[in-house]
Structure formats: C-alpha cells, structure tokens
C-alpha cells in the first residue's frame, strides 16, 4: 500500500485527494491545511484521513511514502526540500517552483536520493493533447511552421504571481510535450491594470528551426477561450478545450508554392480539403496523472514530467519574467 500525504487542500487539493485515494493499492492518509473549516469538511468526506496544520506532520512521517505541494508557489521549495530529504515522492503542483536555482537543487536532491518528482502538468494526461502528441509523431502535420496559444479568462487574480505564472505553464509544457524540441529564446510584454503583477500578456517564443510560438494569456477577458493552433507543412490543427465533444479538428489546408526563377512571378496556391474529428479519451486527465505517478515509482520509470521537465517551464517563465522589466526584449534560454 504506497500512503499519500497532500499539503495544502485549497482549490486544487480536493481533486488531488480525491484522485490519489480513488487507485488501487494507494491510500491518501493525511492532509495539512491551515483552516480550521477544511479540516472539519475533509472528516465528513474522508473519516479515516489525519488533518493537520503544520506541513511537517506530513514531509516527516515515517508513513507516508508520496507527499503532494498544492500550496502557493512561494512554499513549494521548501516544503518539497524537506520532503525528499525525508525519503518521499514529492508531486508538485505546476509551477515547479519560484526560482530556477531552486527547481535546479530540488532535482538534484531527487537524484541524489534515488526519489522521483513529479510537477503536475496535468493536461499531459489529456486525450484531446494526446492525440495531438499522435498527429505530430506520426507527421499528418508535416514541418510544423507555427504554434499559436491563447488561453484568456475574467480572473481569478493571483495574489503572488502574474498572469504568465498562472497560466503559461499550461502552454509551455504542452508545447514542449509535443514539438520535442526547446526554444532558444523567449520574450513578453504585458501590463498590470489591478495591481502591481501583470494581468495580461503576449509572449513569443522562438527555435532554431523555422518554428515559431506564440502566447496569449490574459485575466481581463470578457469570454474564456482555450484555444490552440498548430500550423504545419501539410495540415492544421485547431485544439479547443472548451468544446465539449470536439476538441481537436484537423484540417487539410495549406499552401503550395511554385517558384520559378522569376520571383516576380511565384505562384502560391491555396489547398482547402477535409475536416477531421478524431475521438479522444475522455477520462479525467489528473486520474491518470496519479496513478502514472504511481506506476513510475513503483517500476523506477522517470516521468514525462519529472522535475527536469518543470525546470525548463520554470527557466521561461523566469525568462518572461527578464523579459517584461525589460519591454520584451527578447532573452536567451
């Protein structure tokens, strides 16, 4: 029986609780929380999980073998620290951590420790994104040209991070989920019109191919839209996560070029065809998050999205961060 301890059980930590304690052979046996109300609602759902205030009672327990951070980015070092020093699994909620210096210690500990990480990037686990990772594998897409991202919502305003912070982790490690290939270069501008941190922003990421990314991620938009653009040589693809039924549609449109020695005269036609919607999985992404997680501990297999993969999300994001003090020049990765 592998026993989960989760620290922090706010907006996200239900679902996680609720998740791990769902797999077989798994057991969530504790949870820390600092407010009293929580503490009292998780006795009525789940009578046989300990509550606590203080993180320790669970980083230290000699019975608990995973401990899961769904706490504010500011805690997630030191609580994961202590936790691998400990001998625990440690599940992150995305972004790994505030810092690169501190994801960088936090992925050496693990290895030093013989302990695996995990951050949450759970729109791996998607079967609309999965299904994407199947397009691209198999070049229906062909040379993929552009990647264009917009993720946009009214609120909810984090109080500690901006907006790239909030919602760009999503993109960068869907991105790089699915290209396989890391940016050389990255840059932002955005502007705060509530408080001091930026609630909007535009990034544009840049490769050593002829690929192209680019993101828009707002907390000011009147409408939610989750919607992603994938450009490629041969075919398109338009992935909507609002849509309830379908999520991905590939379209075989593109451009065919004649070039004579003449450039005055090239000739670009347009190709318009079909348009497909694949069937994709619908079961509940951080379900099969955990017991991925689960998995890979038990039969000593890195995870897609292990520690190493939330550094490099963290690596942009402090990229973003350079670049928006600096009205988006763009910054070397």
Known sequence: MIKVGVVGYGYWGPNIVRNFNSLDDVQVTAVCDQNDKVHKAISKLYPNIKTTADSKDITDSSDIDIVAVVTPVSTHFEIAKRALENGKHVFVEKPFTATVAQGQELV????????K?????TFLFTGAVNKLKEIIDDKQLGDIYYYDSTRVNLGLFQH???????LAPHDFSIMRYLLGEDPVSISACGKSHVYEYANIAYISVN?????IAHFNVNWLSPVKIRNTLIGGEKKMVVWDDISPDEKVKIYDKGIDVNSPSDR???????RSGDVWVPKVNQTEALKLESQYFVDCISNNITPINDGLAGLEVVKMLEACNESLKNDGKPVKL
Do not use: R, T
Request: glycine letters at 4%; hydrophobic letters at 45%.
């Open 264 to 270: 005055y005269k090239l000739l670009v036609s347009y």
């Open 160 to 166: 500690d991070v901006n907006v790239i912070w909030d």
């Open 117 to 121: 990480i995990m951050v949450d990037h």
């Open 207 to 211: 490769f050593n191919s002829n690929l």
């Open 108 to 115: 050496e500990l693990g290895a030093q420790k013989n302990l």
